[in-house]
């Protein structure tokens, strides 16, 4: 199995990072999950886009193009056979001596990327999940997809602590988004979502939804929604590159509607495997 550093094609076991790589000591980089069906990216654009965004938010100028990183992913897939599964890539703002400010710009960054084969989440999507709510303690700059997860990956261990398979987080009475998802509710036939401000990350996956939502007469509100419409919802779903649109049968031992997946989840579902075939 091989993977990406710096350009450089390499055996899994052979990868080594430095120890003062400033994403292992701070954090400090950005992050992309890419889906690959039959061998493909998908939305491969809008995920390499989101990173040279989430760079220039942190003040770091991704060094490669979208295409070159593009043509280096490809080129991954073909050299690990993929077929089905994810890529991972995150670009630090390398090594230097620990220090909280940032080294010279002339400190070359560090990129790396590999792959995971996994299916699709037929089951999940087929009979829908469990979920928690938590509060939202992440700080204010949620719509950069940053190296660093804690609040995220704590909200995510609550969750599976309690058996669940999610964790729903809010601030306040306000839903944000999951763990490592975005989080839609369905009330009258509309589907309601968080506005794409600096309190999530604006998912590809969620953007996709919208988008065949909308070329499909099914109507979408971006705006905020409280807990209460939360739990009076008539559908759930979270959707994300590795969740895709996931239906949400239970919050905290309460039921979603009748407590399986519904109806307008189902198109959805139906309207995005179109999109990615
Ligand atoms: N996470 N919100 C958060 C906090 C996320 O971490 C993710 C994705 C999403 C959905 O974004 P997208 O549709 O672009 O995948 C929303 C990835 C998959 C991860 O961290 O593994």
């Given at each position: 199995e091989y993977v990406i550093i710096n350009g450089d094609f390499i055996n899994r076991s052979d990868a080594k990072i430095d120890m003062e790589d400033r994403g292992y000591q701070f954090g400090d980089g950005v992050y992309e999950v890419i889906r690959v069906y039959n061998g493909k990216m998908f939305t491969a654009k809008e995920h390499l886009e989101r990173l040279m965004v989430s760079g220039k938010k942190i003040g770091m100028e991704i060094s490669y193009s979208v295409q070159e990183i593009k043509d280096m992913l490809t080129e991954l897939i073909s050299k690990n056979q993929l077929t089905h599964g994810t890529i991972y890539m995150q670009v630090s703002r390398g090594i230097a001596p620990r220090n909280h400010a940032y080294p010279a710009t002339d400190v070359a960054q560090t990129f790396v990327a590999n792959t995971k084969s996994v299916d699709r989440p037929a089951r999940n999507m087929e009979k829908g999940v469990n979920t928690i709510l938590v509060e939202?303690?992440?700080?204010?700059?949620?719509d950069i997809k940053s190296l660093n997860l804690l609040g995220n990956i704590m909200a995510k261990q609550k969750a599976v602590d309690a058996g669940c398979f999610e964790a729903i987080q809010h601030r306040g009475d306000i839903v944000t988004e999951g763990s490592s998802s975005n989080v839609s509710i369905i009330k009258d036939g509309k589907v309601i979502t968080h506005p794409?401000?600096?309190?999530?990350?604006?998912g590809i996956t969620r953007q996709k939804v919208l988008e065949v939502c909308r070329n499909n007469n099914i109507p979408v509100e971006e705006r905020e929604f409280s807990l209460e419409e939360l739990k009076s919802a008539d559908e759930i779903f979270i959707s994300g590159t590795t969740v895709e649109v996931t239906p949400i049968i239970e919050i905290a031992g309460e039921k979603v509607g009748d407590g399986t997946p519904g109806a307008v989840s189902r198109q959805i579902q139906e309207l995005f495997k179109k999109a990615i075939e």
């Open positions: 939202d303690i992440r700080w204010l700059l949620c794409a401000d600096n309190l999530i990350l604006n």
